[in-house]
């Protein structure tokens, strides 16, 4: 496994609540919260999150993130024109 992969578990419900979070986000553009079933998947993603990535104990995280969210971004561009 490379460093640049991350591999968290979830359990069936919690996959099946997000995946439906996310598809509904993609339609509306915006990310609602609509019941607690989603909020509890949402938080125990976040902790697995926390358990995970150790850049957050890094004092450059703000600087950390910044250059996480260009890559995604430039990812995104790449395969969008490939």
């Given at each position: 496994?490379?460093?640049?992969?991350?591999?968290?578990?979830?359990?069936?419900?919690?996959?099946l609540?997000?995946?439906?979070?996310?598809?509904?986000?993609?339609?509306?553009?915006?990310?609602?919260?609509?019941?607690?079933?989603?909020?509890?998947?949402?938080?125990?993603?976040?902790?697995?999150?926390?358990?995970?990535?150790?850049?957050?104990?890094?004092?450059?995280?703000?600087?950390?993130?910044?250059?996480?969210?260009?890559?995604?971004?430039s990812?995104?561009?790449?395969?969008?024109?490939?």
């Amino acid at each position: 496994m490379s460093d640049d992969t991350i591999i968290l578990t979830l359990t069936k419900p919690e996959a099946l609540v997000l995946f439906e979070l996310l598809a509904d986000f993609h339609e509306q553009k915006e990310l609602k919260i609509g019941n607690q079933a989603e909020r509890i998947a949402l938080r125990n993603l976040s902790s697995r999150l926390e358990k995970t990535v150790v850049e957050i104990f890094s004092p450059e995280y703000d600087q950390i993130v910044v250059q996480a969210r260009d890559l995604i971004v430039s990812n995104q561009t790449k395969s969008t024109t490939d």
